[in-house]
């Protein structure tokens, strides 16, 4: 697609239930990230994956969120048993290769709810 | 890790006036420092970005400045308008060159 696309756009769930997030990042991009973004605050990373390497989970906050990604496509963030602390914005970003200096593009994220 | 400190978190200016943001980073090894353009309910949007080997970089009202041996950047906009009311980020390589490191924002407010 011409951007990265993230659904849903908003979510609103129950403390205690889990939830997926998805993005599609831009065609022919290898690297891939989410962040987290809580309300007035600055961007948190989370994840990075890079074609089939091994990602860099160093981000992730607890081990209720975790990631997948296939290759060089979709990638789906789930949160376990969600806390009020995890409601922000979740933001996902790809571009064209890995290494330092390439630009990254962000979706227009994914506002997380929970009540 | 990379740490980015950001000042000032909020900043108001007339139209025409100018606005400068700036960042301190703590890796030596960070070598690529974009600026991101955030609009409430959206995702952010690259305005310009530099690399370590240059020092200072323009487009059009926008330019950012390098200073590698004191770890610092800055952002200018020059004849503010409105339409730059937003909140600006900067942000680093983190050490392992896998993503970038964010400050924590600047809200800025441009009033005509």
């Known amino acids: 697609g011409a951007g990265v696309s993230q659904s849903p756009s908003n979510k609103v769930t129950e403390k205690g239930k889990d939830v997926e997030l998805r993005c599609d990042p831009i065609s022919g991009h290898t690297a891939l990230y989410w962040y987290r973004q809580r309300l007035g605050q600055g961007l948190e990373f989370l994840i990075y994956f890079q074609g089939n390497s091994a990602p860099d989970k160093s981000g992730l906050p607890s081990d209720r969120f975790s990631a997948e990604r296939t290759g060089e496509s979709v990638s789906t963030l789930t949160i376990q048993r969600t806390q009020q602390e995890d409601s922000a914005v979740y933001l996902c970003?790809?571009?064209?290769?890995?290494?330092?200096?390439?630009?990254?593009?962000f979706g227009e994220g994914s506002w997380l709810t929970v009540v | 890790g990379e740490n980015v400190e950001q000042h000032p978190s909020t900043l108001s200016v007339q139209e025409g006036d100018s606005a400068v943001i700036k960042c301190t980073y703590s890796?030596?090894?960070?070598?690529?420092f974009p600026w991101y353009k955030q609009e409430l309910g959206k995702g952010p949007q690259l305005i310009i970005d530099?690399?370590?080997?240059?020092g200072e970089k323009k487009d059009q009202r926008i330019a950012v400045t390098l200073n590698k041996t004191a770890k610092h950047f800055s952002l200018h906009i020059t004849e503010t308008q409105p339409e730059d009311s937003a909140v600006y980020f900067c942000a680093a390589t983190n050490q392992a060159g896998t993503a970038l490191i964010f400050g924590k924002g600047t809200t800025l407010s441009v009033s005509s």
């Open positions: 890796d030596s090894a960070s070598n690529y």
């Open positions: 530099i690399r370590s080997n240059v």
């Open positions: 970003a790809s571009s064209s290769s890995r290494g330092r200096g390439n630009t990254i593009y």
